[in-house]
Structures are given as structure tokens and as C-alpha cells.
């Protein structure tokens, strides 16, 4: 699987931006998906996720209630909206897939096993 995240860009607090993420491959619908971001000299952390049929979502704390993870299976393609967005939302975004697995936790870097570039993200104040 490879993955082509964009969307990233530069805004102002309170603005908006939606990521999105491409996958290749026929088999789309059998991979979760997430989203992590890495601020520079800070380890990647998640931010969003689904699973393979997106009906569960998850999110980190600190984008509950701003950001929104959904996906569209036809077009093979994981969004990330963002809305209200913070300085502290500043980071290379990165879209992530594992095949479908009930036992992985979503939220953990550790348990994707495919990774796009990333997307730049910058908020000022």
C-alpha cells in the first residue's frame, strides 16, 4: 500500500484545512486508517483514526471536538478535517494504514504498517 497524503498548509488560528490521504491498491476497505503529526523535536503522536468500515472513530484529546477523521472507500481516500485550529496544531501531518486487525491499537504509531510523507501544517497566531 502507498499512501499520498495533502491538504497541508499555511492558516491562521481559528481557520480550517482538510487532509487528505490516497491510497493505492484494491483493497482499500480492509485497512484502518490514521492520522499522527510530528512538531519539531517532539516524537509523531496520534491524532485520528478509523476503522476499516469507519463506523469507530478515534481521537487524541487535544483535537476532540475540532477535527474530524472520515473516509471514502470508492475513492480510496481518508480525510482529515480540521477546524479551529490552533498554533499547537503546527506539524508534518502524516496519514498511516494497517490491515484490518481487531486486536491493534489504533491510537499507537507502533501498529501501522504503512506510511505516507506527511503534509505541513502551520497555524499562527
Known amino acids: 500500500v502507498q499512501l499520498q497524503a495533502s491538504g497541508g498548509g499555511l492558516v491562521q488560528a481559528g481557520e480550517s484545512l482538510r487532509l487528505s490521504c490516497v491510497a493505492s491498491g484494491r483493497t482499500f476497505s480492509s485497512y484502518a486508517m490514521g492520522w499522527f503529526r510530528q512538531a519539531p523535536g517532539k516524537e509523531r503522536e496520534f491524532v485520528a483514526a478509523?476503522?476499516?468500515?469507519?463506523?469507530?472513530?478515534y481521537y487524541a484529546d487535544s483535537v476532540k471536538g475540532r477535527f474530524t477523521i472520515s473516509r471514502d472507500n470508492a475513492e480510496n481516500t481518508v480525510y482529515l478535517q480540521m477546524n479551529s485550529l490552533k498554533p499547537e496544531d503546527t506539524a508534518v501531518h502524516y496519514c498511516?494504514?494497517?490491515?484490518?486487525?481487531?486486536?491493534?491499537?489504533?491510537?499507537?504509531?507502533?501498529?501501522?504498517?504503512?506510511w505516507g510523507q506527511g503534509t505541513q501544517v502551520t497555524v499562527s497566531s
Open positions: 498511516a494504514a494497517v490491515f484490518r486487525n481487531y486486536y491493534k491499537d489504533f491510537r499507537s504509531r507502533l501498529s501501522y504498517d504503512y
Open positions: 478509523n476503522n476499516w468500515g469507519g463506523g469507530s472513530m
